[in-house]
């Protein structure tokens, strides 16, 4: 159960997956826990909109940088992989109503479908995708498989959409498991599934698309 939320001070350790990876991954080769539950948990009206408009307000208020993505060589900004704007909201007074919800909201659906060993939030992302720079990110998982990092795993990922779809075109939360799935783009709903799951962000065509992202660690997967 989540208890606490804390910051590492790095950036996110998404895994690109090469093409002939995925397949693998897909039907579960690697013997991850993915058991009989469910791929993704969908909660409506997790924040009202005037939350969702003093999120925004933080996110752009934020220091903002380019999205990159984990390789060899560390940490890397690759247009080909990833075109987003990211900030990112500290666990601080300010922003504890924020992790408070969020926490309710992880606990619950991990006791009704996953049952993982979890032990705090890692440091939430605002995410912008614009179409002016066709804004995308390519199949790729959370995990931090074969990254090392520290004791713990990601295990839970997910992401809230803070934009009126009827405000941009794209933008699709797309979880390919199998033949893909496009989730819910309701603002307000948040979004769970494993971390270790193939998903990506299709390119947005017209408008702006605004999400708040975030990763949940625990004890490494055995």
């Given at each position: 159960?989540?208890?606490?939320y804390?910051?590492?001070?790095?950036?996110?350790?998404?895994?690109v997956?090469?093409?002939?990876?995925l397949d693998s991954?897909?039907n579960n080769?690697w013997?991850l826990?993915?058991?009989?539950n469910?791929?993704?948990v969908?909660?409506?009206d997790v924040?009202?909109?005037?939350e969702?408009?003093?999120?925004i307000?933080?996110?752009k208020?934020s220091?903002c940088?380019?999205?990159?993505?984990?390789?060899?060589?560390?940490f890397e900004?690759?247009?080909?992989?990833r075109k987003?704007?990211?900030?990112?909201?500290?666990a601080?007074?300010?922003?504890?109503?924020?992790?408070?919800?969020?926490?309710?909201?992880?606990?619950?659906?991990?006791?009704?479908?996953?049952?993982?060993?979890?032990r705090?939030?890692?440091?939430?992302?605002?995410?912008?995708?614009?179409?002016?720079?066709?804004?995308?990110?390519?199949?790729?998982?959370?995990?931090?498989?074969?990254?090392?990092?520290k004791?713990?795993?990601?295990?839970?990922?997910?992401?809230?959409q803070?934009?009126?779809?009827?405000?941009y075109?794209?933008?699709?939360l797309?979880?390919?498991?199998g033949?893909g799935?496009?989730?819910?783009?309701?603002?307000?709903?948040?979004?769970?599934?494993?971390?270790f799951?193939?998903?990506?962000?299709?390119?947005?065509?017209?408008?702006v698309?605004?999400s708040?992202?975030?990763?949940?660690?625990g004890?490494k997967?055995?």
């Amino acid at each position: 159960m989540v208890s606490d939320y804390f910051n590492y001070d790095i950036d996110s350790l998404d895994h690109v997956i090469p093409d002939l990876e995925l397949d693998s991954i897909v039907n579960n080769d690697w013997g991850l826990h993915t058991y009989d539950n469910p791929t993704y948990v969908v909660h409506n009206d997790v924040f009202t909109d005037d939350e969702i408009c003093k999120i925004i307000f933080a996110g752009k208020n934020s220091a903002c940088d380019l999205g990159t993505v984990a390789t060899n060589n560390g940490f890397e900004v690759d247009s080909n992989i990833r075109k987003s704007k990211v900030s990112w909201l500290q666990a601080n007074p300010f922003n504890s109503w924020i992790y408070e919800r969020l926490t309710d909201y992880v606990n619950q659906s991990n006791d009704d479908h996953w049952q993982y060993d979890l032990r705090a939030i890692q440091t939430l992302q605002f995410s912008e995708y614009d179409c002016r720079y066709e804004g995308q990110y390519v199949s790729h998982m959370d995990s931090t498989f074969g990254y090392n990092l520290k004791t713990e795993d990601r295990k839970i990922s997910f992401s809230i959409q803070l934009s009126n779809p009827d405000d941009y075109e794209g933008g699709e939360l797309v979880l390919n498991h199998g033949s893909g799935c496009a989730v819910s783009k309701t603002k307000g709903s948040m979004t769970l599934f494993p971390s270790f799951t193939v998903h990506e962000v299709k390119p947005v065509t017209k408008g702006v698309r605004y999400s708040l992202v975030g990763w949940v660690v625990g004890e490494k997967f055995k």
